[in-house]
C-alpha cells in the first residue's frame, strides 16, 4: 500500500513480517553472485562459512575456489593430511579454523557416513560449528527457520530498530539473537539469514553507510537520531598484547633451519625458524650465546646482519619481527641439539611445501630464500 509516495514498509511503525519481505526483496535484487549461493549442498555451504568466519568475501573467495578444487567433498577432506589443509589454508590466519575444519569432516565421515546432520542442533555438536555456524548452515541447506547473529546483523538490528544493548554481554547477545529469530522469514529462512549479512556487510556499514539510499532510511532509528557511529553498542574492547620476536634464520649449504610450531600458542601446526622471544630489543650475539639452546651450539658460525622490524597485526596481539641470518657449519654436537628441539634443515622446494606463518613467508620470498 502506498501513501504520500511513500509504502508502508518505509513507516516508523514496521512489523516483522513487513521488514522480512523487505530485506529479502532488496536481497533478491542486489545480493552479490558468489559460488556458495549458488548451492544448497552442506558441505559447500560449511566450507565458506568457516572460510568466511573473520575474513572479507574478497580475501575468502580464492581460497573457497581451492579448496573446492582439491577437495570438492566431504570425503576428501577428510582423508587429506592437516598439513595439507595447512598449506592450502596459509595467509587466511586463525588457523585453528583450519584444523577443525579437518576435525568435522573425520567426524561427519566417522559418525554420520559422509552426511551432514540436517538441524542446528546436531551441527552445532561438531568440531568447530558454533551457534551462528549452525544456524547459516541448517537455514541454508536445509530450510530450518534458525537465524544468525553476526557483526553484520548486530550492526543492521541495532541501528534499525535503536538497540542499545550492549553486544558484547549475555544479555546482549542473547536480545539479538531474540529479535533476531522473532523477524526471521519462516517461508525462505535461508535468503532472509544471507539478506541480513549481505545488507551489513555491502550497505548498512560499519563507517559511512549508505543512508541516503537505504530502503529502512525513513523507519531507522540510527539515521532519525544520527546514531549510526553510536550502534552497535560494544564497551567491552579487548587487551591487545605486544611480543617482540627474534627469529635466527640458520643456514647451511644452502638449507634453512626449521620446525614445526606446538603448544597452544599462535600458528599451532606452522613451521618457522628458531625463535627467541625478548620484552626489549637486544643485539643478535647477546640474544645468540645467551640462550640455552643456541648458546650450545660449537660450529663455526656468521652472523649477517638483522632486518628491519616486521610488524605483524593479528586479533590481540601485535607482533614486532626481527630476522637474523646465521651461516653455520655444524658439528655433530650441534646436529644433536637441533634434533632434541626437533630443528631440521630443508632444502628451498621442501619449505615452499611447508605451511607456515604470513611473516614467515613474507620474509622467505623479500630475502630470495625461496
Known amino acids: ?69 582439491q577437495f570438492p567433498d566431504v570425503k576428501a577432506l577428510a582423508r587429506a593430511t592437516e598439513r595439507d589443509i595447512l598449506r592450502l589454508w596459509q595467509g587466511l590466519g586463525y588457523y585453528t579454523r583450519a584444523r577443525n575444519l579437518h576435525r568435522c569432516a573425520k567426524t561427519v565421515m566417522k559418525l554420520h557416513a559422509g552426511k551432514f546432520p540436517g538441524s542446528a542442533a546436531g551441527l552445532h555438536k561438531l568440531p568447530g560449528i558454533g551457534t551462528y555456524t549452525a544456524a547459516a548452515i541448517a537455514s541454508i541447506a536445509f530450510g530450518e527457520p534458525v537465524a544468525v547473529v553476526d557483526g553484520n546483523v548486530y550492526r543492521v538490528l541495532a541501528r534499525i530498530f535503536g538497540i542499545e544493548k550492549d553486544i558484547t554481554t549475555r544479555e546482549g547477545k542473547e536480545y539479538f539473537l531474540g529479535k533476531a529469530q522473532a523477524l526471521i522469514s519462516k517461508a525462505d529462512p535461508a535468503a532472509f539469514n544471507q539478506a541480513m549479512m549481505e545488507f551489513g556487510a555491502t550497505h548498512c556499514l560499519p563507517q559511512n553507510p549508505k543512508c541516503e539510499s537505504c530502503i529502512f532510511k525513513r523507519a531507522c532509528i540510527a539515521f532519525a537520531r544520527d546514531w549510526q557511529g553510536h550502534l552497535p553498542v560494544k564497551t567491552k574492547k579487548p587487551t591487545v598484547r605486544k611480543r617482540y620476536f627474534y627469529y635466527f634464520v640458520i643456514v647451511e649449504n ?24 625478548t620484552k626489549q630489543h637486544q643485539s643478535p650475539e647477546i ?56 630443528l631440521k634443515f630443508y632444502s628451498s622446494k621442501e619449505i615452499d611445501k611447508l605451511p607456515k606463518p604470513v611473516l614467515v613467508s613474507r620474509y622467505l620470498k623479500e630475502g630470495a630464500f625461496l
Open 1 to 69: 500500500m502506498i501513501s504520500n509516495g511513500i509504502s508502508d514498509f518505509d513507516s516508523p511503525i514496521m512489523n516483522n513480517s513487513s521488514f522480512s519481505e523487505k530485506i529479502v526483496k532488496w536481497y533478491h535484487a542486489h545480493k552479490r553472485n558468489l559460488p556458495w549461493r549458488e548451492t544448497t549442498e552442506p558441505y559447500r555451504i560449511w566450507l565458506s562459512e568457516v572460510i568466511l568466519q573473520q575474513t572479507r568475501v574478497g580475501q575468502g573467495l580464492p581460497y573457497y575456489l581451492k579448496f573446492i578444487e
Open 254 to 277: 644452502s638449507r634453512l633451519l626449521m620446525r614445526k610450531r606446538t603448544g597452544k600458542d599462535i600458528w599451532q601446526g606452522l613451521y618457522d625458524f628458531y625463535l627467541v622471544e
Open 287 to 342: 640474544l645468540f650465546r645467551g640462550d640455552d639452546v643456541l648458546g650450545k651450539l660449537s660450529g663455526k658460525i656468521r652472523f649477517n646482519g638483522i632486518s628491519g622490524p616486521y610488524k605483524h597485526v593479528l586479533t590481540h596481539q601485535n607482533l614486532f619481527t626481527r630476522f637474523i641470518p646465521v651461516e653455520i657449519k655444524s658439528t655433530k654436537a650441534d646436529l644433536s641439539v637441533f634434533k632434541s628441539e626437533k
